[in-house]
Nanobody
Framework: VQLQASGGGLVQSGGSLRLSCAAS????????VGWFRQAPGKEREFLAG????????NYADSVKGRFTISRDSVKNTLVLQMNNLRPEDTAVYYC?????????WGQGTQVTVSS
């Protein structure tokens, strides 16, 4: 599976961004998928995940209530809607797909939130 993330950019505090991840080359609909981010000098952290059928989601406490993950297994896309962004949300955002011992990452998209 190849993953291509897009939608990052510069936004003011309190603003919104919508990240997309386009999947190709595999049976995307069978994978659990999620979003992670990595800020400079910090480890990559989990943000949000959704199971393969799209019936269950989970979120990190830091983004719960502000970010929403969704998937379209017909269009092979994963979306992260980010609202009420804060300067501490500044990071490179990565999409991820997992199935068993298979684990794939997108190339990352930069999100910068100015105060």
């Amino acid at each position: 599976v190849q993953l291509q993330a897009s939608g990052g950019g510069l936004v003011q505090s309190g603003g919104s961004l919508r990240l997309s991840c386009a999947a190709s080359g595999g049976t995307f609909r069978l994978y659990a998928v999620g979003w992670f981010r990595q800020a400079p000098g910090k480890e990559r952290e989990f943000l949000a995940g959704i199971n393969w059928i799209g019936s269950s989601t989970n979120y990190a406490d830091s983004v719960k209530g502000r970010f929403t993950i969704s998937r379209d297994s017909v269009k092979n896309t994963l979306v992260l809607q980010m609202n009420n962004l804060r300067p501490e949300d500044t990071a490179v955002y990565y999409c991820n797909a997992q199935r068993g011992n298979l684990n794939y990452w997108g190339q990352g998209t930069q999100v910068t939130v100015s105060s």
